[in-house]
């Protein structure tokens, strides 16, 4: 038992792949419903709408890639901007603020962002295409 909990590979693998399945759920709402929601927010911030197709790359191809441990710290760097760009551009106003149930307002997003810095510091491990 004390060899299985001190295996850092084995948290690596379950801290990539969870970031990776949750953030593609969100990709795949973008694919399914579009980006139209996120061009207005581009444009109310004076960013080209054209950035918006951006979000396939840190919502569906980095979380594929962190899946299977390809590329990871790149693709982990990718997701930590794709959250930072969301707290930015959706978020700004609830830094300071708690939500209705009494949590951090971004807490979500802030957590991806924490998990995906984590991921680019830490590597894939042994349980990836990596094998780093």
Known sequence: MDKLLNNSDLGKLILRVSVG???LFHGIAKLNHGVGPLKGMLASAH?????????????????????????????????????????FLAHSG????????????????ALYLA????IAFMGAGRYSLDKS
Do not use: C, N, Q
């Open 21 to 23: 399945i949750m953030m």
């Open 47 to 87: 960013l080209p709408e054209f950035v918006a197709y951006g979000i396939f790359f840190g919502e569906v191809l980095a979380p594929l890639l962190l899946i299977v441990g390809y590329k990871t710290r790149i693709a982990a760097l990718l997701v930590a901007f794709t959250m930072m760009s969301a707290i």
């Open 94 to 109: 609830d830094l300071f603020s708690l939500s209705r149930h009494g949590g951090w307002a971004i807490e979500l997003p």
């Open 115 to 118: 998990s995906a810095l984590a």
